[in-house]
Structures are given as C-alpha cells and as structure tokens.
C-alpha cells in the first residue's frame, strides 16, 4: 500500500498549457523532493521543501515551480508547458530519525510521465 | 568530481552469478548510503542501506561500506532475471542538510 500518491500517472497536453502534478504522502514527513528523469538517465532534483511554506530551488534549473501549503501535499506546477518539460517527474518523502539506517532514506511516489506535443 | 559516482554500465552477469555493483564519494563526511533498484518506466525502490564500516546482509543482497576508501558495494548472489534494472546508489551528504545526493545509476542486465 503506498503512502506516497502522485496524479495522474500519465499526461499528454498541449504547448503553452497549464499544468500542476499532485503529490500526496499519508506519513506526515516534513521533507519532500521533485526529481525530473529522462528515460535511462540520471534523477535531478529540481525542487525539495522542508516542512511547510519551506521551498528551495534544487540542482537542476527549472521553469516550474513548487507550493508547501500543507505538510502531506507538495504540487509542482508548470506554467506553460514546453516539449523541453517531456520527461518523467517523481516525488519523494524522507524518512525522519535521529538515528541511522533507514532514517533519512526517500520513498518515492509512482511518478508521472508528462508528455507536451 | 561529482559527489556520488557509479559505473554507468551496462554491467552483463549470467544467472546465478554474483553481480557486483560499486560506488564511491567524494564527501569524506557522508554518513548513511543507500541501493535503491528501479525497473524501466517505474519509480527507485530502496532495497539496503547502509552506515556502518562492513557488511550488511539481507537476503541474496550484501551492502559493503568501507569509509577509508570511500567505497560502498552492492552484492547479489545468485543473480536473476528478475534483478535486470537500473541501481541507483545515494548518500547522505551532511553539507547537504541531509538530502541524498544519487549517484547516475548503473543498469544491470542478467542473462538466462
């Protein structure tokens, strides 16, 4: 059973549109990040948060923007889609703890394939 | 340098055999390290993590961590068709306010 949601799983949309992909987490977690991967490639980090109303830009430069209003709710949002922004987008939470192991390791969501023609 | 490096492969084992998977960092400070598998198309599953200078076994999987040489292993034993995927190896860089930095993964293919 995931604890981590991302909607939708897949979505094709128009050059210019608006776009927001959801994510949700049930665990309570303060931490949560936005990785941007192509196929066969690397994860960047494009945005990640540390608890509400806490955002920060990641490594990888991007047009889209992030909001924290709740603790289990991170959207990222594009505000005019680009075929540039086709890639697949995943969200995560971090394990909170004080000690080792496990603590501090990423549950990732399903992710959402975006394509823009 | 970046912070977290793998071989990006593809790295060919035949089943049965012993896949090994390496990874080296650059933060002397980095403290827990973490294999994450991921199948074409889907999303990393974490399947070890690692803190401690030594092994640490689960399973057919065996994480190596040796600090001295900046190092961290995946092994897997008897190897299957089922483990072809890409593995991911992260660590949490403590400049890094406890993000993991991954590594570019490295696509491990088993053959029947």
């Known amino acids: 059973e995931a604890d981590i949601y991302q909607t939708p799983r897949y979505l094709v949309i128009g050059t210019g549109k608006k776009i927001t992909l959801e994510c949700s987490q049930t665990?309570?977690?303060?931490?949560m990040y936005w990785y941007q991967q192509d196929p066969g490639m690397e994860l960047h980090l494009i945005h990640y948060?540390?608890?509400?109303?806490?955002?920060e830009k990641g490594d990888l430069s991007s047009e889209s923007t992030v909001s924290r209003i709740r603790t289990e709710h991170f959207p990222l949002t594009l505000e005019s889609a680009r075929p540039s922004h086709t890639s697949q987008y995943l969200c995560a939470t971090q394990t909170e703890g004080t000690g080792q192991g496990l603590n501090y390791g990423y549950t990732f969501g399903s992710g959402t394939r975006l394509t823009v023609v | 340098q970046k912070e977290v490096e793998q071989n990006s492969g593809p790295l060919s084992v035949p089943e049965g055999a012993i896949a090994s998977l390496n990874c080296t960092y650059s933060?002397?400070?980095?403290?827990?390290f973490f294999w994450y598998r991921q199948y074409s198309g889907k999303s990393p599953e974490l399947i070890m993590s690692?803190?401690?200078?030594g092994d640490k076994e689960d399973g057919r999987f065996t994480a190596q961590l040796n600090k001295a040489s900046q190092y961290v292993s995946l092994l897997i034993r008897d190897s299957q068709p089922s483990d072809s995927a890409t593995y991911l190896c992260?660590?949490?860089?403590?400049?890094?306010?406890?993000?993991?930095?991954f590594g570019q993964g490295t696509r491990l293919t088993i053959n029947p």
């Open positions: 933060d002397r400070g980095s403290q827990s």
């Open positions: 992260a660590g949490r860089i403590i400049r890094g306010a406890q993000k993991l930095v």
């Open positions: 690692i803190y401690s200078n």
């Open positions: 665990m309570g977690h303060d931490k």
């Open positions: 948060s540390y608890g509400v109303n806490s955002t």
